[in-house]
């Protein structure tokens, strides 16, 4: 199939089908004799995991790995958990650094509404924040 059709199915536009192509996620497909890339219907799916891969946050890096692995007829299935597991990890860490954030920004924003800028001493640069690091930093 042509790419035009391919990147209407594959709900991509033609330039990330080709971004993805020169990034080695597609093999290069043949050509018909007029030179247009004549993808083969497996593309779709090739495509559909790549997709899905990065919207669950697998690198372009990651996800050659395990289209190598599947390119050479084995299942990534113990890669792909493996890849699954170190992500989740990562998202949840985040999630507790985005709490003690939001924590911090409310207790600011607490400070902030009962600031007074003409009681704010020279030697502070902004009473909002505390004077002493904070524990733990």
Do not use: W
């Not at 919207?55 to 299935?77: F, K, S, W």
């Not at 985040?94 to 924003?109: D, N, P, Q, Y």
């Not at 001493?121 to 904070?134: D, L, Y």
């Amino acid at each position: 199939m042509r790419i035009g059709v391919l990147a209407a199915r594959a709900g991509l536009t033609t330039t990330t089908i080709r971004f993805y192509e020169d990034a080695g996620l597609l093999p290069a497909p043949p050509r018909t004799p007029a030179g247009y890339r004549d993808y083969p219907a497996q593309t779709l799916s090739r495509l559909a995991f790549v997709r899905n891969a990065r919207a669950a946050g697998l690198t372009l890096a990651e996800i050659h790995g395990v289209l190598a692995i599947r390119d050479t007829g084995q299942a990534p299935c113990e890669h792909v958990t493996g890849l699954i597991d170190q992500h989740l990890a990562q998202v949840e860490q985040r999630m507790a650094e985005l709490t003690r954030a939001r924590s911090l920004l409310r207790e600011l924003k607490h400070r902030a509404a009962d600031a007074d800028p003409a009681a704010c001493p020279s030697e502070q640069v902004c009473t909002i924040f505390p004077a002493a690091p904070r524990p733990g930093q």
